[in-house]
Structure formats: C-alpha cells, structure tokens
C-alpha cells in the first residue's frame, strides 16, 4: 500500500502548525503593541503583515489539501520536495534579512525603531517557520 494518505495526514498536520504559529505571532503582536505602545508599532506592523500573507498561503494549502491530485505518489512527493526546498530557503532568507534590517540600525540614523521592529518581526517569522518546515520535511523524510 502507497503511503499517499500518510502524506495526505502529514500534510494537514502540517497545515495546523502552520495555523498554530500565525495565531500566535498574530497575539504577541497585539500584546508587544498594548505593552510597548508606540515603540511597538513596527513590530506589530510587519508581523500583522506577515500574519495576513500567512493566512492566504495556509487558506491556499488548505484548498489544495482538500482537493489533492490524482498523481502517483511518486509525483506527489517530488511537488512536496520542491516546494519544501523552495520554502526553507526563503525561511533562511527571511532570517538573512532580519540580520540586514538589524545592521541598519547602527548604519543609519532616524529609523532604529521602525528597522529594529520590522528586523524582530522578520527574524520572529523566519526563525519560526524554518523550524515548522523544517520538521514537516524531517517527517516526510522518515515517512518515505
């Protein structure tokens, strides 16, 4: 028996990890905001900006996990593999970024909080969902 379905539950698992960390970056951002006030702001700005791209991409996934191809497994995990790969060097890239937002604020004069914020957020974002794909790839490594 093809482990399609294992994929298919895997994947979904996935999905609700994914969901778990938008909800909560969502939170800390409104909390970060009540706490700080203004010197949260940009934080709370890049991280709702995050929170609403996240939740377009897991409204995709979802929609997509609930109408799965009628491929064989073989293609299935190939498309998975590719886009998991495609995933975690973004997540890599997005923590690259954080790094450049942070080296701005000791390069640049006027805008430490805004570059310092949006480089918490960034790295927040990165960090996080290069652990979540991270482990859904470990997963469906283990499981193939």
Request: aromatic share 14%.
């Amino acid at each position: 028996m093809e482990p399609y379905p294992e994929v298919l539950a895997l994947a979904k698992l996935h999905l609700l990890r994914f969901v778990v960390f938008i909800l909560l970056s969502g939170v800390l951002a409104l909390v970060l905001l009540a706490v700080q006030g203004r010197k949260g702001r940009w934080y709370a700005l890049m991280t709702g900006t995050w929170v609403v791209i996240n939740a377009l991409v897991a409204a995709a996934l979802h929609y997509h996990l609930g109408h799965p191809p009628h491929l064989q497994l073989p293609s299935v995990l190939g498309h998975i593999a590719f886009w998991m790969g495609f995933n975690l060097i973004l997540d890599a890239f997005y923590c690259l970024c954080a790094l450049v937002l942070y080296w701005l604020v000791h390069a640049t004069d006027g805008f430490d909080e805004l570059y310092f914020g949006f480089g918490n957020a960034v790295l927040v974002q990165g960090l996080g969902l290069l652990l979540i794909d991270l482990w859904f790839y470990r997963q469906l490594v283990l499981l193939i």
